[in-house]
Every structure is written in C-alpha cells, then in structure tokens.
C-alpha cells in the first residue's frame, strides 16, 4: 500500500472518530449559542458557569441517554419521570427508613427501576402493546408505587457524605455526580459506535422486518433497551437524591418531555434509526445553555417555556430542511 | 396495424425533459390510436416512467408538443388528465390502508346522491369492477391485510372504473399470478374493444407477446426502436432494449452432485399456509418453486429459513434435523434468505450499504464484538466488488437502482459462505441487464456446491434456471418437474390442480 493511500486510510479513522453522524447542525448551533451568551451577558462565559450548567444538566443528561437508545429503536418511553422517582423513593426508604446501607439502597434502587422498564419492554414485545401506551401505563403505575411507600411524604436524612457528593468539585472540577454523567456518555458512546449491540439498534430502528430476518433477536434487543432506560433512569433519580438531599414522590414530573427534547433537537429522528448520542449530549448542553444563559439575562420563566419550544421546532425543521435537500 | 385508418388519440412530438442539469429525455415522439395496447419497453431508468408521468400529468415537460383526441394537451396535474380521460396505475401500490375497498376504488370521486356519498351505489359499482378480475371480497372489507396481489387488482379495478380513453399500466403485473394475469388480460381485451388505448409498461417479455399490438423500445431517454406486431423473438426486443446482443438470457445449467444439502419432510406451516411438503435439494442444485401467487410458496421458504413458524415437520441439513425456530437458528446454519419484498425485508434504504451488509455479518466485520467505521466499510467494499454492485459502500441504499439494491442484499448474505440459499422473487422489477447478471451469481453458487432454492412466478425464470421444479398449488405440493419435462403447460397444470 502505497504512503499516501496509508495516510489517507488514517486520515478516514480519524475522521470515523471524531464524526457527529449528522450531529454537526446542532453543534453549529451550540457554538452560536455560547457565543451570542458570551457577548449578551458578563457572567456567561467563565469556568465557573460552565461547571454550573454541568451539574445542572446531570440528571436530564443521563435520562436522555436511555431515552436516545429508545428513540434509536423507534419507540417512545414516557415512564422515565415516574420511574426516577420510584428510584428516589426506594432508595429513601432503604437507606432512612430501613436503615440499609447505600452499597445495598443504591443498587437496589436502579434495580427497582430496571424491572419497571423490563416490564415496559415485555408488555411491547411479548403483548403488543404499542410502546407509548405500555409506558403510559407504566409512568402511572411507577408514580403510585412511588407514592404508596411513603404515603406521599418526602424522606430527608440522607448521610452526609451522600449529599456531599454532588457539591464538593474534586479537584476543584468535578462533582461525583457530574463524574458520573461523564462515565454514562462515554459508554454509551462507545456501545453504540464500536459494540455489535449498539450497531444492532440501527437495524432494528431502521427496519425490524430486516433485522429479524438478518438474525438480530429483535425482541430480545427492545426489552433490553427499556430495561437500559429505565436503570439509566434509575441512576439518575439517586443522583439527583444526592443534590437535593432528600426525596419526594413527586419528583420528576416532565422529565420525560425534557429528555425527549434533547435526543430530538440533537437529530435523532422519532421514526427511528437515525441520530445518536453524539447529538443527544449536544441537544442536552444545549437546553442547559439555554437555561442559564436566559436566567442571566434575567428572562421570565414563562417566556423561556416558550423560547425553548421554538428552539425544538427550529432544531427539527433545520433536519428535515436538509434532508430534502440531500 | 388494422387501425392505422383511425386517427391518434394522442401524439407526442419532441418531448424533452431534464431534471435540473440532467436531460432525460431526448426527444420522443409516440403515437397512440384508440383500441391498441402498445408496449413500452426498457431498462430501469430508460425514461419509461418519466413518459408516462409526463402523459398522465404527473410532471411537465421541458419542451415538446402534445395533443389529445387532435386538440393541444398540456396537463399540469393528476387532476387534469384524468378529467381528459388519461388514467394512470402506478407500479407502487397507492391504497389507503384503512378504508375500505369501495372507498379506495372511489376515492375522490364518490358517486353522490342528493349531496350525500351514495354508498350503495359506490359498493354495487366498486363489486362489479372486482368481480370482473376475479376478485371474490366484499367490497367493505378494508384493504390492510389483504394480500399484494388483491391490492394490485383493487388498484386496477380502480383504474378501470375511470372510463378513461387511455389507460397507463405500470407493471401491472408485478405481483401477480397466472391466473391474476388472465383476468387483467381478459379485461384489457374488453377495454381495447370499446376503443380504449393502452400503454403497457412490463419487464415480462412473454406477456408482452400475448397482449401487445405494438412495442415501443425507449433506452437512454429515446426511442430506439418500434415494431409494429409483437410477434417478435424474445431475444430480438431484449436486445434492442439493452444495446447489445445477448447471447443467452440464462447461464447454462447446474450441475448438481448426487449428495443432499437440504432435505425438507411434510413441513407443514404454523399459520396455515402449507402443509405436507416433501422435497430435497442436492448439493450444487438450483431448485425452482413454482406455482400461482397465494399457493404458500413463500411462506414455504421463509419458514424454512426460520422467518414464520413451522407446526409440522422436518428440515434437515446434510441428514441432521435443524428445524430452525428463528431466522438466527437458520443463520447459523448456513441456511440464509433473499426475501420477496426486499424494501421492506430486505434492505434499509435510509441506511448506507456498508451498514446494511454488517447488520448480517456482526461476527466477521467486528472482533469480539467490537465494530469500527472503518472495518465495516472495508467488508462492505471487499464483498459489493465480487459480486459487481455498482457503487461504493458509504451510498446510502435508496439512492441505487433496484437491480444494485437486490445484488446488496445477495451480497449480504453471500459474505457468509452459505450453504442453502433461497432467493425469492430474485428478479422482480429488475431490468433485464441487472437481472442477467443475478443469474450469473446464481449459476455461480451452484457452481461452488451450495444448494439454491429459488420461488418465482415468472415461468420463463424458474424453466430457465432450474434442475427441477416444484410446484404448489393453494398450500399443497402437486409435483416435482426435471427440468427434461418441466414447460410452461407442464407447470401450470400442476399449479391449477
């Protein structure tokens, strides 16, 4: 093989590695976004801020997540908000009321999650039930069991080591829970560029008929993905236990249309089989762009409500805008 | 050739069509006279659909004159063709799932009475229609769920309905069976009689000779040639549509070992569609399945292939039982399928063709699993090189032709040195270079010793690979042919028994 075909083949790797898969759009539009806040406002553009917007996005980032692998596979999951609290409330009860370490309350708190998203995934694969209406029924379901465990009432009395976690920046970085959501997008990342699994959820977002008959346990693949978004859902919910120091049954309300937004604006098609988490972290900091950068120029939160529903549709029209084009 | 005293219906002078730099169209003039079906042959992408489009008012010309029944015609859309009396059924089926076929057939143009849909009369209208070809539902039933065929025949009695002077037929046949095909004949008879021209578009040669008075042969965006009967050697139409001449349409035939591959004993399928099959296929054999669309062949080979359940029954590979239970079990037997509908089960069109060979090949492009970019596209361009698929493997699927589409799906399979294929339906909407050449890969793998199976309802295709032929007839098997006695009469009685 001749040098420059050598180089050239390097040249593609490394192009392989850094590619977005069609996430370039909305990282354009991250990029202005900085830019326009950098110059609007004073406090925009410092370490400080940024390191905010990090912790701040933490728990959305990691719901997002699953929900990208979901919305890969052409389905929906409404529950994540539900089951996020469901989590929270194990874990409350486990570790306060029970008396149970957190090496027991946490694993067992993702676990609880994990069988509601199993559950999810075999009334739509073993029972047909189209995935909006079988997570429908699960965000009800997992909210009620969250509330029955207390009766409703919250439980504080965390350790305080717990709720440390998410305030003290190690290394004047940081936090244990943005570490976290650090970790979670790097495998993700990884399972769905480099592991077989993860090249599989295209094919069977893409077209199940074809995945089926090109030897992909199709079913196997979906209740999986579920069980995935709903334990991912479950981490983030004892995240966020740690940065609020205490749990509430009513916790997590929307989150469900907050996730489903970032995969969205960062081009993942609701159809299915196209998009990925490489957008999703950028749909993701720009939502928490947005945030911040409108609180500091002092925006109503009404208003806001309404800029970032624009944004959406901008996000989305910009993608089908250059798709008919090409 | 008697109607030349009639003058056109419709004449076509200098018709040009470009799509932003590219043209075409070059220039076609046609001429059609009531009462004549006038073939219009040609490759995929010889400008046949761009013709019909430009007549049934689906698209404007660049430049070029029309006239209809001697007046100017310049339709701009549907609409206004049709309001002249040009009907149009187009290859893709267009029906809406969810109503009913009454309402299919009329939609748009209900029969009003008193300002309300006249329901009654609009299913009375809509029965007879289907009556005539054949067809025995009610006309109630919504069309989901019905087979391609019926849904085809509803799209064609919804054409015929139109009391249209000029009907385009768009591979009106493509899904359908022998005795489909005769009814559509039959009618397309009693339209030429009350003086309905007809554009017949078809890769079936042998159809063509049945139906036809005339052949118009378009290649490159021209017309290349005309002839003005249809009695005219296969090979002579398929050579003036390819340019060239083609020594033989089909390879010569396999040779086959005297060892079995694959030994099929009274399968019986799980959902009803057939049942006490016997047959075996021998290493280095091309096997053809015949018979009528709905006779369970297809069912038969995808439960072979592990894709629909099996109630009854055996499937053996070299002697040893390994009735597959999922399309995986069948997989990893070298047991590998090219489905009937391949857009909708064979490829991913959104998908580049790098990833849509992977999706089939996970354990040879990745190592423990672990896939990169660059792997992928290198098995992906190693393998559309043997088997000559035009084009590169970052292309995404759905901007190649369907001949370069079914030869990725072959070739997606064929990277796993399989030992049984079944291919169904392997040519359909293919154009006759890109079909020639999947017979050569056929031909190939028998050569290689693996063991072919192929379903096909063109008859010329399965007598023209096959060592035997098996034929089916409503779920049942009515014979094995050699291919000594097998011939379009031997076939199809077996098919009507």
Known sequence: MSESSVNSQRGRKLADFFSLGGATGPLIGLILLCAFLTFATDSFFSVRNFLNILDQVTVIGIIAVGMTFVILLGGIDLSVGSV????????????????????????AAIGAAAVAGLISGLLITEFKVPPFIATLAMMSIARGLASMITNGSQIIGFPAWFNMGAIIRYGGVLTMTVAVMFVVFAVALLFQRYREGGRALYAVGGNPEVARLAGINVNRVTVLVYTACAALSGLAGVLLAARLDAVQPTIGIAYELDAIAAVVIGGTSLSGGTGGIGGTIIGVLIIGVLRNGLNLLSVSPFLQAVIIGLVIVMAVAAETFKQRKA | MTKTDTSPILTLKNIYKSFGPIEVLHGVDLEMRPGEVVALLGENGAGKSTLSNIISGTILPSSGEMTWQGAPYAPATPREAIDAGVGMIHQELLLLPHLSIAENVFVGRYPMKHGRVDRREMERRAQSGLQRLGLEVSPRRVVQGLSTASQQLIE?????????????????????????????????????????????????????????????????????????????????????????????????????????????????????????????????EIFGIGGLVGAGRTELVRAIAGADPIAEGTVLLNGEDITPRSPRAAIDNGIVLVPEDRKQQGIILSHSIAENIAYSNFESVGKAGWITASRVRNFANENIGKFGVKGRGRQNASEMSGGNQQKVVIAKWLARNPRVVLLDEPTRGIDVGARSSIYEIIHGLAVEGVAVIVVSSDLEEVLGV??????????????ILDHSEANDVSVMELATA
């Open chain 1, 84 to 107: 996020l609290a469901l989590a929270m409330m194990v874990l409350g009860y486990l570790n306060v009321e029970a008396g149970l370490p957190m090496g027991v309350a946490i694993p």
């Open chain 2, 156 to 284: 064609i009695a919804k054409a015929l309905t139109l009391n249209a002077k000029l009907l385009i037929l768009d591979e009106p046949t493509a899904a359908l069976g022998g005795e489909e095909t005769k009814l559509l004949f039959e009618q397309i008879e009693r339209l030429k009689t009350e003086g309905v021209g007809i554009i017949y578009i078809s890769h079936r040669l042998e159809e063509i000779k049945q139906i036809a008075d005339r052949i118009v042969v378009m290649r490159d965006g021209e017309k290349v040639q005309e002839f003005d009967t249809a009695d005219i050697p296969v090979r002579t139409i398929v050579e003036a549509m390819v340019g060239r001449s083609m020594d033989q349409m089909f390879p010569p035939l396999a040779s086959p070992s005297d060892d079995i591959t694959l030994e099929v004993r009274n399968l019986g399928s799980a959902l009803g569609h057939f049942h006490g099959v016997n047959f075996n296929v021998r290493r280095g």
């Open chain 2, 466 to 479: 096959s060592n035997r032929i098996l034929v089916m007839a409503a779920g049942r098997q009515t014979g």
